[in-house]
Nanobody, 115 residues
């Protein structure tokens, strides 16, 4: 069974940091793409950061220089280090993976940034 399980969300003050983790099933870890998306209330889900097979990364303009996506192959885990957090970063963050044209999603983890 394919699983993606996020952890690490929570409440943090503006300017603070959080690190999200996503344990990914080995069958899809390191596939075509792995990444983080987020969804704010009343808005569409949006890309935050992705890592393409081969290691290249791409970030939303709003998080460049503040967020870093990384992976630990030995643990089949994807990470999102979030620094200098802003209230507008408040959202449910989802881990996602794409392999062989199939998309897989985690259940999401809430990140709330207070001003």
């Amino acid at each position: 069974q394919v699983q993606l399980v996020e952890s690490g969300g929570g409440l943090v003050q503006a300017g603070g940091s959080l690190k999200l983790s996503c344990a990914v099933s080995e069958t899809i870890f390191g596939g075509n793409l792995m990444g983080w998306y987020r969804q704010c209330p009343g808005k569409q889900r949006e890309l935050v950061a992705v890592m393409i097979a081969g290691g290249s990364t791409n970030y939303a303009d709003s998080v460049k220089g503040r967020f870093t996506i990384s992976r630990d192959n030995a643990k089949s885990t994807l990470y999102l280090q979030m620094n200098s957090l802003k209230p507008e970063d408040t959202a449910v963050y989802y881990c996602a993976a794409m392999k062989n044209l199939g998309w897989y999603w985690g259940q999401g983890t809430q990140v709330t940034v207070s001003s």
